[in-house]
């Protein structure tokens, strides 16, 4: 059994430490608010993200960075892309040669555009183990011990190994790959296109439309994912194609519902609002939008998601826009 410290006590960072308290390992749960914390260890539950969850015993809680570092030497941090490079910095002081950290953040640094396990080599240098956690994952359905299988990616076999087998139980299923940008642009990139499909439902279109834009945001995918290094078959496996439907088909995704909120003529502040977390496809199709203009991508689902969010095109016209490209064969590259 294992001492793992989870930075992040948002829905992600809390389930993973319920399944890994279950597991039977020691766990630390650390978030950066201390109100927030203080409830949680009074309550033994995450009421605001995960209500009704109890934790499991061996589930520890702290609002202090210094005792959830010096906890374990193994993290597993679950912020928000925005927050990454931050909370990378508050803990690169407590970084011994012996550290292990993974990441289950999804998302691409909003300032530089780059793949997570960039920003952890820039800040903490590329000679610890690292790796990242991804795939069709509620948090609500892990905490509630559902049945879910996802993809840990690590350069490092051993890493891989050791995490799979921390996680794995006859409800939760782990896969390794040493594919890590393509794992990462994986469960970047289908945020923005479970906007799109969020925004074609919200305008009352059927199933024949989601499929088609599923289908087609998945050629996207592939398109930009194997252009800057990533494998066509992890892009076809658990963190590409799995995330990819589960995020535009079920209204647990935030980007969905995000998505069905301006299909139907809300305010997108009101929306983000009532949705109360973070909505990473938004930051996130600024970034992919600019990736393929730069190297020269066609990726039409997701220029429209970008100008709905950013240039306030109205959704309707968007579709329109995309129904009068000009025909092509279905497996071209543009």
């Known amino acids: 059994m294992a001492n793992i410290t ?22 630390m749960l650390w978030g950066h608010r201390v109100d927030h914390m203080t409830a949680l260890t009074h309550e033994r539950a995450n009421q605001r993200y995960l209500p009704g969850i109890a934790f499991p015993d061996r589930l520890a809680m702290t609002g202090n960075l210094d ?13 928000p892309s925005h927050a990454f490079r931050r909370q990378l910095e508050a803990l690169k002081p407590y970084c011994t040669p012996g550290c292990r950290i993974a ?16 920003v952890v080599g820039h800040v903490v240098g590329n000679n610890l183990p690292a790796a990242v956690l991804s795939g069709p994952t509620f948090a609500g359905e892990v905490a509630a011990g559902q049945p879910t299988a ?18 794995h139980n006859d409800r939760f299923r782990a896969y390794s790959s040493h594919d890590i940008i393509g794992v990462e642009l994986g469960g970047a990139i289908k945020n923005v296109l479970a906007i799109a499909a969020g925004v074609a439902d919200g305008l009352g279109y059927g199933a024949n439309a989601r499929a088609a834009l599923i289908t087609r945001g998945l050629a996207e995918m592939i398109r930009l994912g194997t252009t800057l290094g990533g494998k066509p078959d992890t892009l076809m496996g658990l963190s590409g194609v799995g995330d990819l439907i589960l995020t535009c088909t079920d209204n647990q995704s935030r980007n969905r519902r995000f998505g069905v909120g301006l299909g139907q003529g809300r305010d997108r ?8 977390q973070e909505i990473e496809g938004i930051p996130t199709a600024k970034i992919v939008h600019a990736l393929a203009q730069r190297h020269g991508i066609d990726m039409p689902i997701t220029e429209q998601t970008y100008r709905i969010l950013y240039e306030n095109l109205p959704p309707a016209e968007a579709v329109t826009n995309l129904l009068l490209r000009d025909p092509k064969p279905e497996n071209s590259h543009v």
Request: proline fraction near 3%; charge should be negative.
């Open 67 to 79: 005792a959830a570092a010096h906890f374990s030497p193994l993290w597993l941090i679950a912020v």
């Open 269 to 276: 502040q009101t929306v983000a609002t009532e949705i109360g």
């Open 6 to 27: 989870v930075f992040g006590a948002g829905s992600w960072g809390t389930a993973l430490a319920i399944l890994l308290a279950r597991n039977q390992h020691q766990v």
């Open 150 to 167: 996802i993809t840990v990616a690590s350069k490092t076999a051993d890493f891989a190994s050791e995490l799979v087998g921390l996680l």
């Open 103 to 118: 990441w289950a953040t999804k998302g691409l640094e909003l300032q530089t555009g780059e793949p997570l396990h960039r």
